[in-house]
T-cell receptor, first 110, second 116 residues
């Protein structure tokens, strides 16, 4: 079992729709969870962090965490073509290393 | 500049040669990470430093890979006897936090390594 798993996609949504990205992780003691966005040919950049069960909202982005189910998700409301990128889920592991999933490629079409 | 700086940005080498990749983190950032990203793939954890110590080296693919950090600043990733499968973008990131409370990682632009 991979430490952090994501569906590779692509996930295609029309402009204005809600994009839902999912991630599962294997280490029950993980405490810190992150979503990074990576545009093609660029380095990843942090868009959301979440540490407690429940929802965390920041503008059009909402991160959801369920530690019992070892599940993290990212919702993007009112998706824009500029949101088209690869979204990487990252989880802090027991030894403090930050492990990334393989990423989900999101395509938002006009 | 205030960001993470990596050099070289591009490196083409012949199979069997050694290469050194350098990372200058953001000043004051205690944690430093190295990742490898092959074309079209995700980020593969290699090693991370807290200060000058490397608590977790489990991601280094083989004994041809080594890394060090000095002065709680610059880090060098060395690949000996390079192989074609080492071709990838090597990303360095730094963070202000660590010790069980990983904060936001700031990434450099990466060093693209091509082994012929």
């Amino acid at each position: 079992q991979k430490e952090v798993e994501q569906n590779s996609g692509p996930l295609s949504v029309p402009e204005g729709a809600i994009a839902s990205l999912n991630c599962t992780y294997s280490d029950r003691v993980s405490q810190s969870f992150f979503w990074y966005r990576q545009y093609s040919g660029k380095s990843p950049e942090l868009i959301m962090s979440i540490y407690s069960n429940g929802d965390k909202e920041d503008g059009r982005f909402t991160a959801q965490l369920n530690k019992a189910s070892q599940y993290v998700s990212l919702l993007i409301r009112d998706s824009q073509p500029s949101d088209s990128a690869t979204y990487l889920c990252a989880v802090n592991m027991f030894t403090d290393k930050l492990i990334f999933g393989t990423g989900t490629r999101l395509q938002v079409f006009p | 500049g205030a960001g993470v700086s990596q050099s070289p940005s591009n490196k083409v080498t012949e199979k069997g040669k050694d290469v050194e990749l350098r990372c200058d983190p953001i000043s004051g950032h205690t944690a430093l990470y190295w990742y490898r990203q092959r074309l079209g793939q995700g980020l593969e954890f290699l090693i991370y430093f807290q200060g000058n110590s490397a608590p977790d080296k489990s991601g280094l693919p083989s004994d041809r890979f080594s890394a060090e950090r000095t002065g709680e600043s610059v880090s060098t990733l060395t690949i000996q006897r390079t192989q074609q499968e080492d071709s990838a973008v090597y990303l360095c990131a730094s963070s202000l936090m660590g010790q069980g409370n990983t904060g936001e990682l700031f990434f450099g632009e990466g060093s693209r390594l091509t082994v012929l």
